[in-house]
C-alpha cells in the first residue's frame, strides 16, 4: 500500500491488492492522517514532492508528507522557478525515462529543473513517448481495460521473463510493459542472472552513446 499509493489512483490499487477501493481509502487515512506541519521543507521531503508530483493531487500530496494542501501548491510553484542547465547526468537519464510517459511536460519541467524545451528535446533524442492510458486520462477519456490474462498469457510470461525483455514480452502479447511488469512482479517473477548481466551492459552502452 505505502508502495502504490500516491503513484496509482485508488480503483488500481484496489484491483492489484484484491481489495475493495473503499478499504484502500480507510487503510490510506490510516497510513497518512491529516497533518499540517509548521516546519522548514527537509531535502528529503523535496524529494518526496516531486516523487508524486504530476502522479496525484496536491490533496494526496499534502497527505503524504503530513502538510496542508496550500502549502504544498506553493512550493510546487517555487519548483516551476528553479532551473538549471548542465548535463544530465545518469541516474536524472533514467528517472526521466521511467516517468516521462506518465507526466506532463510542465511537471517534469518542475520535477527536474529543466525548461519544458529541454524536457521536449531531450525526450525527442530518446524517442520517448506519453503512455496512451495517460493520454486518454488528460483528455477525460474513460481507462480501457486489458482484458484477462488467459492460461497461454501466463505461460508465455512465466517462460520468457527470465530471459526476454519486457518490450520484447509485451509485444508478443499485445499488452503495455507495464502490464507486464506489474504481473511479473505479482506472480513473483525474476529476470536471469544473465539477463540482469546483459541488461547492465545495455545501459553502460547507452550511456557512453549519451556522452
Request: proline share 3%; no cysteine.
Amino acid at each position: 500500500m505505502r508502495q502504490l499509493y500516491g503513484l496509482r489512483d485508488d480503483a488500481s490499487i484496489a484491483r492489484e491488492l484484491n481489495r475493495p477501493v473503499a478499504s484502500v481509502r480507510r487503510m490510506a487515512e490510516k497510513l497518512y492522517p491529516v497533518g499540517n506541519k509548521n516546519s522548514p521543507w527537509t531535502a528529503q521531503e523535496a524529494v518526496e514532492l516531486k516523487k508524486y508530483l504530476g502522479a496525484t493531487t496536491p490533496e494526496v500530496i499534502a497527505r503524504i508528507l503530513g502538510r496542508g494542501r496550500d502549502e504544498v501548491i506553493e512550493r510546487i510553484v517555487e519548483l516551476g522557478r528553479i532551473k538549471r542547465g548542465g548535463a544530465w547526468v545518469r541516474d536524472e537519464i533514467a528517472e526521466f525515462k521511467r516517468i516521462f510517459g506518465t507526466r506532463t511536460d510542465e511537471d517534469l519541467s518542475r520535477i527536474f529543473g529543466r525548461t519544458e524545451e529541454e524536457i521536449r528535446a531531450f525526450a525527442l533524442k530518446h524517442a520517448l513517448a506519453k503512455d496512451k492510458a495517460f493520454l486518454r486520462k488528460l483528455r477525460g477519456e474513460a481507462a480501457t481495460k486489458m482484458p484477462r490474462w488467459s492460461s497461454e498469457e501466463l505461460d508465455l510470461l512465466k517462460r520468457e521473463y527470465p530471459t526476454r525483455s519486457n518490450l520484447e514480452i509485451a509485444q508478443n502479447l499485445g499488452r503495455s510493459v507495464k502490464s507486464v511488469v506489474s504481473k511479473a512482479h505479482h506472480l513473483g517473477l525474476k529476470k536471469s542472472t544473465e539477463r540482469l548481466r546483459d541488461m547492465g551492459r545495455e545501459n553502460v552502452s547507452l550511456r557512453y552513446q549519451d556522452r
